[in-house]
């Protein structure tokens, strides 16, 4: 399913946290999976940027393959409908719950590890935090594209270890 019309969550959550949820589904959800946008890090782009990209460089027709996107300044967006499989990691779709932050490469295309905003990082443990709950996760369970099988891609551009050790 395409959806045209992204909304913000914003960069506190707080709405999220008072209904006592996040963007849930019923879908039974095993791993929560950080990825960058392979971006150029200082160029901020959103969900619907993202959704254009999937389906100009890739032919997605349901367009942004990830459930959240973080923009630089930390505010959170929501992309695909979480009752719907992302487009993200190539046979674990199913069962996962895509996040995207904003950059992740220099202005050459270049991996550039760690770089994530401190705002993009905060808000990305909020979030993480929130659905790890929701979903009944542990630490464990948040992994980085990279870390699946069969990729061979530097993305998320993260230290996820380090990434995982600042959770709840």
């Not at 027709?61 to 923009?71: A, D, E, L």
């Not at 779709?93 to 550039?112: A, E, P, Q, R």
């Not at 230290?159 to 600042?166: A, G, K, L, P, Q």
Request: hydrophobic share 30%.
């Amino acid at each position: 399913m395409r959806h045209k019309k992204f909304s913000s969550v914003g960069n506190d959550l707080t709405d999220e946290v008072k209904n006592g949820h996040t963007y849930i589904t019923d879908r039974k959800i095993d791993n929560i999976v950080i990825h960058c946008s392979a971006t150029p890090n200082q160029r901020d782009h959103d969900a619907q940027d993202i959704d254009n990209m999937h389906i100009n460089r890739w032919g997605y027709n349901s367009g942004c393959g990830y459930h959240y996107v973080i923009k630089l300044d930390g505010s959170i967006e929501k992309g695909r409908w979480a009752d719907y499989a992302g487009a993200h990691v190539r046979g674990h779709n199913k069962y996962t719950i895509g996040i995207c932050y904003i950059g992740g490469v220099d202005n050459n295309l270049k991996s550039l590890f760690d770089q994530a905003t401190d705002k993009q990082l905060e808000s990305m443990h909020k979030l993480v935090d929130i659905l790890c709950n929701a979903y009944n996760l542990k630490k464990d369970d948040v992994l980085g594209h990279n870390e699946f099988k069969g990729v061979h891609k530097d993305c998320p551009c993260l230290t996820m270890d380090e990434f995982r050790t600042n959770l709840q």
